[in-house]
Each structure stands twice: as structure tokens, then as C-alpha cells.
């Protein structure tokens, strides 16, 4: 397990690189956003059981692609494809949109379109829920319980962890702390922003010892969506530059790679993929659950991006034979 000086001091790090930079479901996830407003649940993080973390969470970067529709249907409502961000892993590699959009921050008229694209951040922790608003009906037999955390309130926990006066880990087994996520409003969103540590120590009881004994502790990367493959780097180039040009979401070209949320079943034919080999067949990668309305989702946390403006929107078609210009 890090210590608190070593966490603070990736922190520290992290921090700094970013201010000098420019640019299926799972009942053991505790639905936080489903409270109602004025409610909050009392939560006590544990360790990642990955030992190699410095952190005791891990972090998910997610790309949303809105295609207009799908292809060969009459309903022609807009549905949404999450991919990972590959750059994630952290291993190096580089992430083809995101490759594409930072330049879109160059021109003023594209920024929407570059926030539009942009990789969405979310945290995974895990650990005990302690007050419990939701009444759940059901919860797991193992009740360490797995938490989607948004940018919101990541930030008033990675706060609390720079403060000097903090001694101990939230974690620590004996002089820890909880945490209380406070559900209100603001402009029609779900907003977490009063949440807070509980100001004192609790030592874990000895039911919650004994659920860390018997089940242990996840390791937190296991949830993170599967690392794509070469070919699917390549689909996920493909989806994205038919998202831009406002294309319907084509079944047989990458149903058997990603898919929109809700579509259980791989049914397109691979041969018809202008990308993938036919004998390539990688899952979908989507291991979180479905993002719901911003009023309730974990997605709310987040700031509002601008919404886009008529003009940009209007640009998509030069972006294509930008992005296919540099390809030639």
C-alpha cells in the first residue's frame, strides 16, 4: 500500500504535467447518481488490491461517438459508441482521435467539435457503503462495492489528500475516514460539489475486517475496458471520422467490435469491414454500465461542455478531408 506522502507526491506530479501541457452492467457498482436530491450516501474507500497502485483508484477514459441513427433501420434517432482512450494504459500508445482532435483547439470555430470528441473521464474505487439512501433491495454477498466516480467530485477527494493537515490515509484500517457523497442540483444537473470527507476517524468494524478477509480486495484494473487491438484502433479511426461526417452507426461494419449501448448481440458481417480482417473477433470493449440522462448519470458530475454551435457543426465536412488529406 502507498503511503500518504507517496500518493501526494504523484499527485504533486500529475498536477504539474497537466498545468504545463496544452492540451454491462454489475450489481457490485453502487448507483450513487440514482439518489434523490437533498440525499447522500456515506462510503469508505478501500486499497486497490493491486498493490503496484500507487492510488486507490484507477482512472477510465472513455471517447463518445453520436452516429445519426443506425444503418438500415427507421428509427433514426441518434445512438451513441463509447470507446477507451488508449491513452489510459499509459503504455505509450497513442490514441488515433484524440490524435485528430487537439488540433481542433487551434481554430476557435472547431472547439466545440473538439469537446464534442474529447476523451470523458471517470474514476473506478471500491470499498463499503455505510449509509446506504437508496434502500437497495438487493446487494451483493460481497459488500465491498465498486464506485464510478466523476470529475467533480474526483477533485474534492484528490483535494483533501494535497491538504498538509491530513496525517493518515482515507483508507488506513483503523484511522481512516469516510466519505459522503451529497446529491443536489444546479441548471437542471445532478451536482456533488458539497460532498465531503467526514471530519472524524472510524476504524473499520469487525464485519467489514471480515468481508476484506473473505472476498479480498478487487484489483481495480480488471475493470477497465479491454485494452483494443491494432485492428480495432483502425475501426475505432473508421467510426470516428463517420461520426464527424454524420453517418449512421453501419451494424455490419462494427457490430463485432464496439456497439451502441443496449445492442447485446454481434450480428454484422466482418467481411464488409473496410478495416478489420474477417478473421479478426475482439470483443466489445464496453465493461461499464450504459451512461443514463445527465440529471442522473455519473456523467453529470462533469462541467458542460459548450453546446456546438451551428457553425462548427456545418465544418464537419472539412474535418473529414483534413483528416483524409493527411492520410494520402
Known amino acids: 500500500m502507498a503511503s500518504l506522502a507517496e500518493i501526494r507526491a504523484k499527485l504533486q506530479e500529475s498536477q504539474n504535467r497537466t498545468s504545463g501541457s496544452t492540451g454491462g452492467g454489475d450489481n457490485a457498482i453502487y448507483p450513487h447518481w440514482n439518489m434523490q436530491e437533498g440525499k ?13 497502485n500507487t492510488f486507490f483508484w484507477v482512472e477510465r477514459a472513455m471517447i463518445k461517438l453520436p452516429f445519426a441513427g443506425i444503418k438500415g433501420e427507421s428509427d433514426n434517432r441518434n445512438v451513441i459508441v463509447q470507446v477507451p482512450c488508449v491513452e489510459m494504459y499509459n503504455d505509450g500508445t497513442t490514441c488515433p482521435i484524440l490524435s485528430e482532435v487537439r488540433g481542433w483547439f487551434k481554430d476557435k470555430s472547431l472547439e466545440d467539435m473538439g469537446r464534442k470528441y474529447w476523451k470523458k473521464r471517470s474514476y473506478i474505487f471500491q470499498g463499503f457503503v455505510t449509509e446506504d439512501p437508496l434502500k437497495e433491495e438487493t446487494t451483493p454477498e460481497n459488500p465491498i ?27 488506513d484500517y483503523m484511522r481512516g475516514v469516510d466519505f459522503r457523497i451529497k446529491k443536489t442540483s444546479k441548471g437542471g444537473y445532478a451536482d456533488y460539489s458539497t460532498s465531503q ?19 479480498g480486495l478487487f484489483n481495480l484494473n480488471d475493470f477497465l475496458p479491454k485494452k483494443p487491438t491494432e485492428v480495432e484502433l483502425k475501426v475505432m479511426k473508421e467510426m470516428f471520422e463517420a461520426s464527424v461526417d454524420g453517418e449512421a452507426y453501419d451494424m455490419d461494419k462494427w457490430g463485432q467490435y464496439f456497439r451502441p449501448a443496449g445492442m447485446s448481440q454481434a450480428t454484422g458481417d466482418p467481411n464488409k ?30 462541467t ?17 478531408a483534413m483528416i483524409r488529406n493527411r492520410q494520402q
Not at 450516501?41 to 498493490?51: I, Q, S
Not at 462495492?145 to 483508507?171: H, N, S, V, Y
Not at 469491414?273 to 456523467?299: G, I, K
Open 40 to 52: 447522500e450516501a456515506v462510503v469508505r474507500f478501500l486499497p486497490d488490491g493491486n498493490t503496484a
Open 145 to 171: 462495492r465498486r464506485f464510478i466516480i466523476g470529475p467533480q467530485i474526483f477533485q474534492i477527494i484528490k483535494g483533501a489528500l494535497m491538504d498538509p493537515e491530513l496525517e493518515e490515509l482515507p483508507t
Open 197 to 215: 470527507w467526514s471530519r472524524r476517524e472510524r476504524a473499520l468494524g469487525d464485519d467489514e475486517k471480515a468481508a476484506i478477509d473473505a472476498h
Open 273 to 302: 469491414s473496410t478495416t478489420a480482417p474477417a478473421q479478426t473477433s475482439a470483443p466489445a470493449t464496453e465493461t461499464a454500465p450504459a451512461p443514463q440522462p445527465a440529471a442522473t448519470a455519473p456523467a453529470a458530475e462533469a
Open 304 to 320: 458542460e461542455a459548450p453546446k456546438e454551435t451551428s457553425d462548427s457543426a456545418n465544418r464537419a465536412q472539412d474535418i473529414l
